[in-house]
Each structure stands twice: as structure tokens, then as C-alpha cells.
């Protein structure tokens, strides 16, 4: 028992020794950000006396009083230390009220240092990260890099010695874990075992850093990061569809795209010059956010969370900063006001968020043969369809009204901006809320106008493809208009009957002119098509102006997203189903009539008369085997006249916006040019003038191999983080980061190449109470593997996992209750078929209401906020998933299957297992008693005490040594070792 | 079970030798301070040493169920004066949508007289004088999700620990067999989702488990098909003795865990079936919840829940999904209360007579209230519901150091504002720490930089509701 305590004693030291020469930064901001800052720091709101104790100048000023809270050099002078020493309720600080009261030592400690003079050193992780020569060593020979001069120096600072390096299966074991996240093979350790080649381990590595696998383990660390998901969150949780953009991560890994232009194209890869669609895919980093889709809500709220959910992500992933503090009020701990937090949010603010359809490897083959059939129907008319098709022609002549195409002289919307387009359609982005209106003004004089048409139209910038907006809690792509009006030079027409060529259910053009919005015309079903309805005059006026107005009203968004405008003269105008621009060709004399046009219209009605149906049938088969559309969610920069202004919100509210703001970098971090833009904004934020970055991103990579990272608050290096374990070595890794380019990959190479990552993992008792936290790195990382790890390993040492780079995410078996029971959004969890169900992790979908159950037990994340840092858990559920789950037993009857057709002996067989698992061959000890337990467990299958057949599940050859093997591998898959990077 | 004494015994029957359990121990010793799981102290002794929280999600409505407003049954189909509404948004009606007269009858119960709607709450009403009713809740979530989970966790987005784990991380387990805080589901879907039983950024050790109603009651508590009791613990026999060479090899004391969770593994596989078979109930305790032996339902849920506290589990929520009636409301909620009147009513007679109501807190109440103003959209099809209503909804507490028979706060004659004692979800949530024996302000954990707690910057203890 003492002796842990002296452990913690000398732990909690340990920070403090590598600060040894910064009396402020180790000791004594500590306590001013626990005790002080709250009521005295850079929070001008809630400060209190006036007395700011962050800012050396400010809390050397005298206050009204004449009182000086520090006068340096004169403790007894200092308000300051009267006021921590008084006994007295009402003076003493901090006062009894915050519940918090400084130690004996905390006050002396801020006693000494006013009297040495007060002197305040910058916080660390501000300043740029100093060059710092790896420091000299006495065991020379020891360090296989300069970064284990800093690890080596630091031992032996502390008189302790590194372990010995780890045993070369250990090893490879280690790093094929750490760097593909998979396991190898008994043949992939003994091909490096039997390489006896100086640069084996180096050369092993750049193997590992090459093979496609090593992109999908490392994409899965910055999905975390990235909170990505297959779901959009929330009560309804609806399936979303983003894996393009897991996808990119993984590409991007493996390409080692330079960790700068990897940041710059999530942040902002739509603004880049030439933005190709990779780029473009990119920027769903930022669209990992949740939607909201709850009947009623109000969709600019929740925008409002995704933006603070997107600022606070970006600070954590890019600075170290717990930006979401400044939300609500100035950060009471870092120098960041709440104005400083807007400027940040308003970098981020002034993107549209659509869908990007994108082309389909899956679906080009039966894309092009529906092309080539849709192009060779027209020609294999029977003749009775041949008459059938010219009766058509002529009756379709005879109801086709005359229209003409009305340009807008002026539009406008409630909160959405619309753009003319140069066929005269209007194209709709910008926001949108429950209630848009829409005001179209036409100032061409209009001559005995019977009619009006609305076209509303398709277009793949729209959700669903349009032509509607909605894009959560309702349809996709469908819209609600529920009032359309006009107004002839100022008078309110009246119209005398409204048609449409498609609506959904009842939902009629006619109720778009009953006065009561809750009614109204929309399109379900009709997605991705064009309909037009058709509003009919009372009688036929002329107009010099016109003025059409459009309301869309529902609990949901529903505008429109593409649309245009016609008038007619023909009294008799009806909506019709053919297409408008078909509308001139049948309109013309039949010998007018060219070629080409003759072909269209035969293709039209190939394409949909009733009469042709059975032609087009094989067409609609193909169709039917189109997988679902691929698309995936983006950023897209705002246009320049329509910029989405950023306030500062009162406490954070949505509801109470104050005064407008707009991009600026917090004074703390000195910009020498200040960005202005998103792209300005991303590209400062991996330039060498972030002093962030650099650490940030080698400490996070450090932590995933080493458990901890040499700064333990991964995702918080403000004033309130911990002080890095081993500063030099923070700022050496850093800037040799920046300097050989980014490279994540050589970043990766430097780590594991290092003597310090190669030592044995081996914990002595000795070590145990010097650095339980294993910070000093006196040893080799044990590490608990991550959930998608663990199951990959299962599947992977049972021959089962399937190793397919992307795609749509995969349904791995799980109880279908996960999903469904009391999830208010089920998902009938459909287990994927063939060789989806073994999968490596990083494809399973991801629920965020209802997370993959195996995952969760793990400390697998939500998906609904950014994650630095995984807590690693050791639980009874943990236990009962890896004994009992149905993965874990379809692995081990696998094993079943493969065992009983190796013909070796039984030990040959176990150590063959046992090495499959765990690498390394067993020990005698423990094949004696593995052999024992299969032995006993098949005597008991033999002779049907135990129902061989449950337990070995379905498979040709012997089921009683099957099911013995079965129950094997699942022991096996249960051990510590087996679980754990050692 | 003392802790001590259990690990004595397990040690004992791992059949280890002496000088390796001198290990063993030593670092199950230093591990301690870092089990997440050990019971601690609270800040003060604590009136309710667990709790129950019966969630009726979707938002019952307190003006139809227990706070009664004869004035709006007079203003029935007129709009409420604008300065009533003020600028409050509404997820689907608009603000000028006519009144509805509550849709039930209201009577005085109990000898506390208190008045509540024992048409459709018969059961409820026999067990008033136990209650204490809370009719001057307010929150500030007006959409399903965001509001439980503000409910729960203190926060309307996901990402915060809810309740239960704030409790579980300030006490501890009671027991090792069971997990420390369970949740089951009753009703339809829940809005919230799992965030309204994350842990949130405390260690996922936290998390509410769900006991669920069909297959398996936790996930993979049951072994495989085929594999019995007999070669589940020899498979686990072979596990603890090959991690037993692991952790005298490595010496990590990981690994001393590691064996200490395959152990309560096992203890949870053997305690699961207990805990669900019912069977040992006796038919008049049967007949008091109204359930059924197996088939799954909120009062067989609640005779559950009795059962797992009874074994040490702390923190149960039984979410009960489906109030939320935008239409019909008196189809809704009599279907509503008739699923859940006799069961709540019969945990409540059932903790008592047991002597378990002293230090059990029972809780009962959804995400908000709903509006005086009617809810209709023909487009809809809705006639005749509410639409959701943040300013004022009824809860009520029952045990655990809360006082019995008293109706704090009031809302105006429309229930629509407080007007007298709100209780703000925080001021819940602060109350409710209270009776487990902490200081809101001081129950925190550090994350981001920052000392985390249920209530935020906000809560005040409502000392008028304790006993």
C-alpha cells in the first residue's frame, strides 16, 4: 500500500521535473486555472472585483481600493496572499461559496513565486514547438532513432532502464496489429522470423505501411474523429448515405496524401481551384454531424447544433482546444472570448449542405445496357404499335397547348435564394425553414393569359434528385406547396380550376388554392421526374405585370428546388404527361416534323405508353438491379450573394443571436495574415504558424501506439490539459512531422522503428509502483484492442474475414433486438449476405441510436461526437460477448471445419491453432492443457452428453471433432493475450 | 457480499497457491483504486440508496392526468390571448389553435385529497397519499429526443452521461452479479435512443445495460446452443488458468482484472435466469402488478425492476414509449394509463410493504407537457390531441426521502406557465443527486479541460419536496 502511494507521489512529480525551469508553468498556473480563473480570468462577464489574474499587466494594476492583488517581489504586500492566508469566512479566497480550498503547499507555492518576483511564462502549447537536439545519453548504444534519446535521457534522469527489446514474435505480432490492425498469419511471423536480414524489421514495416489493409485500421482511428456514421442521429436515426466518404479515408491513408492536403480537402476541398470529386467527397468530414428529423422540429436549430458541434470537433482535432466552452460565455480557463468562438464558427457557416450523387462502378455495365435498350425500342414497334403510336401522335397534337417560358424580372425567397437559370428554370439553395415563401415578378406584357403553368423539375444538386427540397422527416426530393397565388398588376387572380399530371395521394394542385395551408400539392413517389400542374384563369386577361407567389408550409422543409414558369392563351390548357420539350415537335405539321424530332417522340412513347409496356420490360428488370444510388453528403461554399451571416449567440442560445460577426483566428494564436475564408481557414490551421497542430496530431498517433500520449489529455492542451510527459520530444516529433511533409506514414515508421516501441511489454513489480501508467516508457505498450480490431482478429486467425476494400456499409449477424427493440427508429437489421458477414469492423454499419452491439461493449463509439481518445474498459458484458457471441462461435465452427481436415497430430494441430491466434507457438505446459480440454470435451460429444451438432453448426466431415474444435478456438479467443497488443 | 470476502473465495476456488494469491491480491490491491465499480461514499448520508425512474416517454399530459383546469373545459374552442403564448414555438400546431377542456374526470384521492384524473388512474389513486407531485415542472426541449435527453443527462444533445451513470460513478455497485444500472423498454420506440442512458465521456462501464424483453434479457448472457453448464465453466476453468501464467509472465494487473470480470461473467450468467423467473412470485404479488408470467409488459417490467433492486442493482429506468398524442388523446392516454396505472401503482404498495420504499426513489413523468391549445390537421389526420408543451408539466416522486401526500407548485388556470414553485429539470436533477447523498455542484468529472456535472451551471435542491 505505501509503496503506491510513494508511486503517486513521485507520478504526480513527473510533469513538474520536465518543467523544472518554469516554476509558473508547473506549479503555479495550475492552481491560479483550478482556484482563480473562474472568477479572474479571461471572462469578462462573470469576473468579479474587476481583477483579472491571467494577464500579468491586469493583476499587477492596482485596484479602486489602492489594493494590489501582486506586487512582485512583496508577498506581504500582495492582496493576493492576505486574502488566500485570512481566516476570515468573508474575505478568504477562494471564497467558501465555490466549494474549493487551497492546500497549506498551494499557498506557499503561490506565496513563493510572488515573491520571486511573479513572473508569468506563456502557456507552452502557444508558442511555436522549439528545435531541441536530441539529448545526449550514457547507453549510447541503446537508441535506434533520435527519438530514443529523449525517452532514454528521461530514464535515466529517473535511474530507470529501458526493458529489453521484445522477442521477435512479439514483435512482428505487435506491429501487424498496430499497423494493419490485423494479426498475421503463423506463415506471414515465420517469413519474418526466417529473414535474417539486418533491415528485417524496417523492411517488414514499409510491407505492413504498403498493404491496402493498413488504410482501413488507421481511417477507423479518424472516423472517431470524424463522429462518422450511417445514420442521421436523433429520434428517427434514418439511414444516411456517407461511406464515399469513409471510403476517401481510407484511400487517402493509404496514398500517404500529406496530413496538410488530407486536412485542407475535408475542411474545404470544395473550394479548391479545379475541386475534382474526390476532393469534393472529402468534405463530408464536416457532414458527419447529426439531422433531426423529429415531426416539428425546427431545422435551423439543429443546423445550429451541427455548426457548434462542427466548431467544437475542429478545435479538438485540430488545435488541442475545448472550443465548445466559449459557446455559452468567454472560456473561463483559455484565452479564447466568446465573440473569438463566433469568428471561428463563422469559417465554418457559410456552406450549403446537398447531397453529391456520384457515378457507380457497380451500376456503369447496366447503365449502358439500359441505354442501348432504351435506344433500340423505338425501332421494334409491331405495326400495331406503329398505329398505335401515330394515334398518339395526333391525339397528343390535338391537347398540347402553346406555352411560353416566363422569365423572372425579379425573385425572391423567404429565406432560400433563387436563381434564374438559362432555360428560364429557377434553381433554389440557401436555407430553408417549415414556412418558405417564394415571390416571382414578371414584367413582360402578357397578351389574353388563360393559364399558368408550374414545371417543377429534377436536378441532381437536389435531394433525392428533386425536384422538391425535403430532406429530413418527410420524402426525400418531394416538396409541399400549399398556397400558389397570383396577382395581375396588382389584383389577385382568381383561378377557375387547378390540374396536375402526378401528385401523391390526395395531395392535389387544387388545394393549393383553398386558402388553408395545410393542404397542398406534393409528389411522393415522383421523385427524380418532372410534373407540372396547371392553374387555369377564370377568364383570360392581359397583364402587363404579374406577380406569382408560392408558400410551402409543413412540419418539415418543403420547397421547391427546381421549377419554371409558363403562361398560355389556350383556354383549354390541362397538365399533361408529355414531357415540355416535346411540346414544339407536336405541335408542328406531321411533314415538318425532321427526323430526329420523329425520333424523339417515338423514344417518348416507347419509353411510357402503356401499349409499349411489354417491350420496355426487360429495361425495368435491369433497373430493378441498380443497386441503391450512390451518393454521399458535402460541403458546398456559399455563393457570394448569398453569405450566411454568423452572430454571437447570448449563452449560446440559437434563439438569441446578438451582434453579428465575422471570420477572425483568436488573438492567442497571433495570425500574422488573417484568414479569411473556409479554405484560408484550413490551410492556416496546417501551416507552421499554428503553433497546435503539429503536436496535437504526432500525440494523437503517439497515444495509438503507446496507450497514453505523451500529452494524456489527447484532445485538451489548454490550460486545463496535462503537461506533456516529455516536452522536447513533443516539439522534436512535431516539427519533423511538418518537415518530411506530413507524412503520416513516415511518422508511423519513425514510431515503430524506434527502440523505444520495440522494448518488451513486460511489467516487473518494481516498474509497476514506479509508472503504473507505463508514462516514463520503460517499457513496451499492452494495450487492450480496439472492438473493430478484436473482431477482425477473430475472423481473421479463423480464415473467415473477407477482405474487401469499401463499399456500402455491411450488416455482420447480431440479435435483430439491438436495433429494434426501444429503438423509436428500428432498423430491420437484415444480416448481410455471403461474404459480407465477415467484414473487417470499419464496415459495419453504424447505428447511432442503436450501436453494433459488440462494438459498444468495447468502448466502440456513437458516432455522435468527435472522440480523441477511446476509454478502454475491462467488463463482465465483455466477458459474456466473447464467449457467447454468435461472430465469436461462427469463427471457432470455422476452425471446427478447417481442423478436422489437417491430418497431423493432435499437439501439431493445437500448436497450429494456437499459433493462428496468438502468434507465438504454446508452451507444453499449455498444450497439455489445451489437449486435456478438447480431449474431455470430445469424449462428452462422443458419447452425445453434449449435442455435437448445436455446436459445431452446419459443415461436411466429423461432428464430434468438429464441435470439439469448436470449443477450442472459442477458449482461445477469450485469453487476455489473445485480446491484447503486448 | 464484502468485497474482501469475495475475492477470498475466488481466489480460493481458482485453487491458486498461496504465494501467487499474495500477488494476485497485492495487485487486485493496487487495482482498487482504480476500480471503477467499488462502492464509494457519498457526500452525505443519502435518503435513497437506489432508484427507480419509470419514463413515460412521449410526454403524458399533465392537464388531462393531474392538473386540474376546470377554466379551460369554459374557454373549449376559443384561441388563448397571445400575451399567454408570448413567442413559444411549437413543433406542429400554431399558437392560435383553440383550447381543449381536459378529456377526463377528476376526483379527490387519498386523505391527502389530492386531485388527479382516477378515471383512467384507479390504481394510482389508491397510492396518492405516497406521492408527491410535482405540478410546476418546466423544461427547455420542445421536440421528443432533445428533451429526453435533457432529461436525462442534463443536456438536449447527445454526448453527456445520463443520471443513472452520474449515480453509478458517485456510489458505485451495491453487487457485481448484476450490472449496476439497467434499462428496459415497455412501450414503442424511444425518442432519445441509447443517449438517454450513454455514460456519456464518463467510462462506458457507466452505461445503462439493456435488459431486454425478448430473447436473451442481456446480450449474450446465455451460452451458445449445445455448450452446458459444464463446459461453460470449464471453458472458463481453461481461460482463468492460461490467464493465470499470462499475469505471472507479464505482471500486468490488467490481466488480474481480466480474470475478475470472466469470474463475474459467469456469476451474471447463473444470476440472470434467477432474477427473470418469476415463478418465485407469489400469485397474490402477481395479481398486484397484473402481469403475466412471460409475456413482456410494463407491470411485469416493474415487478422486475423490484426484483433487481432487491439484489443490489441501483439505478433501473423502465421507458414507457407512447404519449405522445397529437390525436385522440383520450384513446391514447386511456390506453396509456391502462397499460401503466396498475403497475406503477403496485410497485409502489409493493417497495412499501416490503420495506424498500424508505430508500428507493421512485420516479414517474415524461420529456414535457402538452398544450391547453387542441391539436388538428386533416391533412394529417389528426383530431383532438396536444401538441408538445415545455412550460409546464406534472411529475410525481414517491420514497427515498421525498415527502408523501404533497402537491408542490401550480401552473396558472390554463396550465399553460408555472406560477408558483417551478421546478426547472435541473432543480430535478439537483433533488434528485440530493436524496443519493451528493452536492450537485460537487458530483463532477473532469473532461475537456472542464468539471462536468448532471446539472450543468444550473439546478437548486427543492428543499419543499423533502421528507
Known amino acids: 500500500m505505501s509503496i503506491?502511494?510513494?508511486?503517486?507521489?513521485?507520478?504526480?512529480?513527473?510533469?513538474?521535473?520536465?518543467?523544472?525551469?518554469?516554476?509558473?508553468a508547473s506549479k503555479v498556473r495550475p492552481i491560479l486555472a483550478t482556484y482563480c480563473f473562474k472568477c479572474h480570468g479571461p471572462d469578462e462577464t462573470t469576473r468579479k472585483g474587476k481583477l483579472r489574474l491571467d494577464v500579468r499587466e491586469a493583476a499587477l494594476k492596482p485596484a479602486r481600493s489602492g489594493s494590489r492583488a501582486i506586487v512582485p517581489g512583496k508577498p506581504d504586500e500582495s492582496e493576493l496572499v492576505a486574502r488566500i492566508f485570512t481566516d476570515e469566512e468573508t474575505e478568504v479566497m477562494p471564497p467558501p461559496s465555490t466549494k474549493l480550498t487551497l492546500t497549506k503547499e498551494q499557498k506557499e507555492i503561490l506565496k513563493q513565486w510572488i515573491a520571486d518576483g511573479a513572473t508569468y511564462t506563456e502557456h507552452w502549447a502557444f508558442l511555436p514547438p522549439k528545435r531541441v537536439a536530441p539529448p545526449s545519453v550514457l547507453a549510447g548504444h541503446w537508441p535506434r532513432n533520435p527519438l530514443d534519446r529523449f525517452i532514454l535521457a528521461r530514464l535515466e534522469r529517473e535511474r530507470l532502464a529501458p526493458a529489453p527489446e521484445a522477442d521477435r514474435l512479439t514483435l512482428v505480432r505487435r506491429l501487424y496489429l498496430d499497423l494493419i490492425g490485423l494479426p498475421p498469419t503463423p506463415d506471414e511471423a515465420d517469413e519474418f522470423l526466417r529473414d535474417t536480414r539486418p533491415d528485417a524489421y524496417e523492411r517488414l514495416v514499409d510491407r505492413l505501411l504498403a498493404s491496402p489493409a493498413y488504410g482501413e485500421r488507421w481511417a477507423r482511428r479518424w472516423l472517431d474523429l470524424a463522429r462518422y456514421a450511417d445514420t442521421n442521429g436523433y429520434e428517427k436515426d434514418r439511414v444516411r448515405s456517407i461511406w464515399p466518404y469513409r471510403d476517401w479515408v481510407i484511400a487517402a491513408l493509404n496514398a500517404d496524401l500529406p496530413f496538410d492536403q488530407f486536412t485542407i480537402e475535408q475542411l474545404a476541398g470544395d473550394m479548391l481551384p479545379g475541386a475534382t470529386l474526390e476532393q469534393r467527397i472529402a468534405t463530408g468530414f464536416h457532414r458527419n454531424t447529426m439531422i433531426n428529423e423529429e415531426g416539428g422540429i425546427d431545422p435551423l436549430e439543429f443546423r445550429f447544433h451541427a455548426m457548434t458541434d462542427r466548431v467544437a470537433t475542429t478545435g479538438t482535432v485540430w488545435l488541442g482546444l475545448t472550443l465548445?466552452?466559449?459557446?455559452?460565455?468567454?472560456?473561463?480557463y483559455d484565452p479564447i472570448t466568446q465573440r473569438e468562438y463566433y469568428q471561428l464558427f463563422a469559417y465554418l457557416n457559410n456552406a450549403d449542405e446537398p447531397e453529391l450523387f456520384l457515378p457507380d462502378d457497380r451500376a456503369v455495365e447496366k447503365l449502358k445496357e439500359i441505354a442501348r435498350l432504351e435506344e433500340e425500342l423505338p425501332h421494334r414497334f409491331s405495326p400495331e404499335q406503329e398505329?398505335?403510336?401515330?394515334?398518339?401522335?395526333?391525339?397528343?397534337?390535338?391537347?398540347?397547348?402553346?406555352?411560353?417560358?416566363l422569365r423572372p424580372s425579379a425573385l425572391k425567397g423567404s429565406l432560400p435564394l433563387l436563381t434564374l437559370q438559362d432555360d428560364g428554370s429557377i434553381f433554389v439553395t440557401g436555407d430553408q425553414s417549415k414556412s418558405d415563401t417564394y415571390e416571382l415578378t414578371f414584367d413582360t406584357p402578357l397578351k389574353n393569359i388563360a393559364a399558368i403553368r408550374l414545371e417543377v423539375l429534377p436536378d441532381d444538386r437536389l435531394p433525392g434528385r428533386g425536384p422538391g427540397r425535403v430532406y429530413y422527416e418527410g420524402p426525400q426530393g418531394d416538396f409541399f406547396l400549399s398556397e400558389f397565388s397570383a396577382f395581375a398588376d396588382g389584383e389577385k387572380v382568381t383561378f377557375r380550376e387547378a390540374s396536375?399530371?402526378?401528385?401523391?395521394?390526395?395531395?392535389?394542385?387544387?388545394?393549393?388554392?383553398?386558402?388553408?395551408?395545410?393542404?397542398?400539392?406534393?409528389?411522393?413517389?415522383?421523385?427524380?421526374?418532372?410534373?407540372?400542374?396547371?392553374?387555369?384563369?377564370?377568364k383570360p386577361r392581359d397583364v402587363s405585370q404579374l406577380r406569382v407567389q408560392m408558400l410551402f408550409e409543413k412540419y418539415y422543409a418543403a420547397n421547391l428546388g427546381r421549377f419554371r414558369l409558363w403562361v398560355t392563351s389556350d383556354t383549354s390548357a390541362t397538365a399533361g404527361e408529355v414531357p415540355t420539350e416535346l411540346e414544339p415537335i407536336l405541335l408542328l405539321d406531321s411533314e415538318q416534323r425532321t427526323p430526329p424530332q420523329w425520333a424523339l417522340l417515338r423514344r417518348h412513347f416507347a419509353l411510357t405508353s402503356p401499349h409499349t409496356k411489354k417491350?420496355?420490360?426487360?429495361?425495368?428488370?435491369?433497373r430493378k438491379q441498380l443497386p441503391a444510388p450512390k451518393k454521399t453528403l458535402v460541403f458546398v461554399e456559399r455563393p457570394a450573394e448569398n453569405p450566411r451571416p454568423t452572430f454571437v449567440h447570448h449563452r449560446g442560445e440559437f434563439l438569441e443571436p446578438t451582434e453579428p460577426v465575422t471570420t477572425g483566428l483568436p488573438a492567442i494564436l497571433k495570425p500574422p495574415a488573417m484568414p479569411s475564408t473556409r479554405l484560408e481557414f484550413a490551410r492556416w490551421l496546417v501551416s507552421p504558424d499554428n503553433p497546435l497542430v503539429g503536436r496535437v496530431t504526432v500525440n494523437r498517433h503517439w497515444a495509438a501506439f503507446f496507450g497514453t500520449g505523451l500529452v494524456a489529455t489527447q484532445q485538451d492542451f489548454g490550460l486545463q490539459g496535462d503537461l506533456p510527459s516529455h516536452p522536447e520530444l513533443l516539439d522534436w516529433l512535431a516539427l519533423e512531422f511538418m518537415e518530411r511533409g506530413w507524412s503520416v506514414k513516415q511518422l508511423h515508421r519513425l514510431i515503430v522503428t524506434s527502440a523505444t516501441y520495440r522494448q518488451s511489454s513486460k511489467v516487473t513489480p518494481p516498474l509497476l509502483a514506479r509508472d503504473p501508467n507505463n508514462r516514463l516508457l520503460a517499457r513496451g505498450p499492452r494495450v487492450r484492442l480496439e472492438a473493430e480490431v478484436l473482431r477482425d482478429l477473430v475472423l481473421r486467425s479463423s480464415?473467415?474475414?473477407?477482405?474487401?476494400?469499401?463499399?456500402?456499409?455491411?450488416?455482420?449477424?447480431?440479435?435483430?433486438?439491438?436495433?429494434s427493440e426501444g429503438a423509436y427508429g428500428k432498423l430491420d437489421w437484415k444480416v448481410s449476405p455471403g461474404a459480407d458477414r465477415y467484414r473487417r469492423g470499419l464496415y459495419t454499419f453504424m447505428k447511432r441510436t442503436a450501436p453494433f452491439a459488440l462494438f459498444s461493449t468495447f468502448d466502440g463509439p456513437s458516432g455522435e461526437v468527435c472522440l480523441a481518445k477511446r476509454e478502454v474498459t475491462n467488463t463482465p458484458l465483455q466477458a459474456l460477448s466473447l464467449l457467447n457471441d454468435q461472430t465469436i462461435l461462427e469463427a471457432a465452427q470455422a476452425v471446427g471445419r478447417q481442423m478436422i481436415d489437417d491430418k497431423a497430430d493432435l499437439n501439431h494441430r493445437l500448436k497450429q491453432l494456437f499459433r493462428q491466434i496468438l502468434t507465438r507457438p504454446p508452451t507444453d505446459d499449455e498444450v497439455e492443457l489445451l489437449r486435456g480440454f478438447y480431449l474431455t470435451q470430445r469424449h462428452r460429444f462422443a458419447n452425445k452428453e453434449l449435442d455435437a451438432a448445436a455446436v459445431a453448426g452446419e459443415g461436411p466431415g466429423n461432428v464430434v471433432e468438429r464441435a470439439a474444435w469448436t470449443v477450442t478456438a472459442r477458449v482461445l479467443w477469450n485469453l487476455d493475450e489473445t485480446i491484447v497488443k503486448r | 457480499m464484502d468485497r474482501m470476502m469475495q475475492r477470498r473465495q475466488f481466489f480460493t476456488r481458482c485453487g491458486l497457491g498461496l504465494g501467487q494469491m499474495a500477488l494476485a491480491s497485492l495487485l487486485a490491491e493496487a487495482q482498487s483504486p482504480n476500480d471503477p465499480l467499488a462502492p464509494k461514499k457519498p457526500h452525505f448520508p443519502a435518503k435513497a440508496k437506489r432508484v427507480i425512474h419509470l419514463f413515460m416517454a412521449g410526454a403524458p399530459s399533465h392537464l388531462d392526468l393531474f392538473d386540474p383546469k376546470p377554466a379551460l373545459a369554459k374557454l373549449e374552442g376559443k384561441p388563448l390571448p397571445p400575451s399567454v403564448i408570448g413567442g413559444q414555438r411549437y413543433a406542429f400546431i400554431r399558437p392560435d389553435a383553440a383550447v381543449m377542456g381536459p378529456r377526463f374526470k377528476f376526483q379527490k384521492c387519498g386523505k391527502s385529497g389530492v386531485e388527479l384524473a382516477a378515471e383512467v388512474m384507479p390504481r394510482l389513486a389508491e397510492v396518492v397519499d405516497d406521492l408527491c407531485l410535482i405540478r410546476s415542472m418546466r423544461t427547455d426541449q420542445f421536440n421528443h429526443a432533445p428533451a429526453q435527453i435533457f432529461l436525462n443527462t442534463g443536456f438536449s444533445q447527445p454526448g453527456r452521461p445520463s443520471l443513472g451513470s452520474w449515480a453509478v460513478y458517485g456510489l458505485g455497485a451495491e453487487t457485481r452479479d448484476l450490472p449496476a444500472f439497467v434499462v428496459m423498454s415497455t412501450g414503442a420506440g424511444i425518442s432519445g435512443g441509447s443517449a438517454n442512458w450513454s455514460s456519456g465521456f464518463l467510462p462506458t462501464v457507466y452505461a445503462g445495460v439493456r435488459l431486454r424483453s425478448t430473447g436473451q434479457p442481456i446480450l449474450n448472457v446465455a451460452s451458445p446452443r449445445g455448450i452446458d453448464a459444464r463446459l461453460q465453466k470449464e471453458s472458463l476453468d481453461l481461460v482463468r488458468t492460461l490467464n493465470q501464467k499470462r499475469l505471472d509472465q507479464d505482471g500486468d494487473p490488467e490481466i488480474a482484472t481480466r480474470i475478475n470480470a470472466y469470474e463475474m461473467a459467469f456469476r451474471l450468467q447463473s444470476s440472470a435466469p434467477e432474477f427473470m423467473d418469476l415463478k418465485k412470485e407469489s400469485k397474490e404479488t402477481l395479481d398486484l402488478y397484473g402481469c403475466d408470467l412471460d409475456k413482456p409488459s410494463f407491470a411485469r417490467a416493474c415487478l422486475i425492476a423490484r426484483r433487481l433492486i432487491?439484489?443490489?442493482?441501483?439505478?433501473?429506468?423502465?421507458?414507457?414509449?407512447?404519449?405522445?398524442?397529437?390525436?385522440?388523446?383520450?384513446?391514447?392516454?386511456?390506453?396509456?394509463?391502462?397499460?401503466?396505472?396498475?403497475?406503477?401503482?403496485?410497485?409502489?404498495?409493493?417497495?412499501?410493504?416490503?420495506?424498500?420504499?424508505d430508500d428507493t426513489l421512485v420516479i414517474w413523468g415524461g420529456e414535457f407537457g402538452r398544450t391547453p391549445m387542441v391539436e388538428t390537421n386533416a391533412a394529417l389526420g389528426r383530431s383532438l390531441g396536444r401538441d408538445h408543451h415545455p412550460q409546464a408539466f406534472t411529475m410525481w416522486l414517491a420514497g427515498g426521502g421525498v415527502k408523501p401526500g404533497l402537491v408542490h407548485g401550480e401552473t396558472d388556470d390554463l396550465g399553460f406557465h408555472v406560477v408558483k414553485d417551478p421546478v426547472h429539470v435541473h432543480d430535478l436533477q439537483a433533488t434528485i443527486l440530493h436524496l443519493l447523498g451528493f452536492d450537485h455542484e460537487k458530483l463532477t468529472y473532469r473532461f475537456q479541460g472542464r468539471d462536468f456535472r448532471l446539472t450543468d451551471v444550473h439546478g437548486k435542491v427543492v428543499q419543499a419536496l423533502l421528507a
Open chain 1, 4 to 24: 503506491w502511494k510513494i508511486a503517486l507521489f513521485i507520478i504526480g512529480f513527473l510533469p513538474w521535473m520536465a518543467y523544472a525551469d518554469d516554476f509558473f
Open chain 1, 324 to 332: 465548445g466552452c466559449a459557446q455559452c460565455h468567454t472560456h473561463k
Open chain 1, 387 to 405: 398505329k398505335q403510336f401515330q394515334q398518339w401522335v395526333e391525339q397528343a397534337r390535338s391537347t398540347t397547348a402553346r406555352w411560353t417560358v
Open chain 1, 500 to 538: 396536375q399530371s402526378f401528385a401523391s395521394g390526395n395531395n392535389k394542385a387544387k388545394f393549393t388554392l383553398d386558402g388553408d395551408q395545410q393542404t397542398g400539392w406534393s409528389i411522393n413517389g415522383g421523385q427524380g421526374k418532372t410534373h407540372q400542374a396547371v392553374y387555369r384563369l377564370d
Open chain 1, 615 to 622: 417491350l420496355r420490360e426487360p429495361i425495368d428488370q435491369l
Open chain 1, 799 to 819: 480464415g473467415l474475414l473477407a477482405m474487401r476494400l469499401g463499399g456500402p456499409s455491411v450488416f455482420p449477424p447480431q440479435p435483430p433486438e439491438v436495433t
Open chain 2, 310 to 357: 432487491e439484489r443490489g442493482v441501483r439505478f433501473v429506468n423502465i421507458y414507457h414509449e407512447g404519449w405522445d398524442a397529437h390525436s385522440d388523446l383520450t384513446g391514447n392516454h386511456k390506453n396509456n394509463c391502462q397499460a401503466t396505472d396498475q403497475g406503477s401503482a403496485a410497485l409502489i404498495k409493493d417497495l412499501k410493504r416490503r420495506g424498500l420504499l
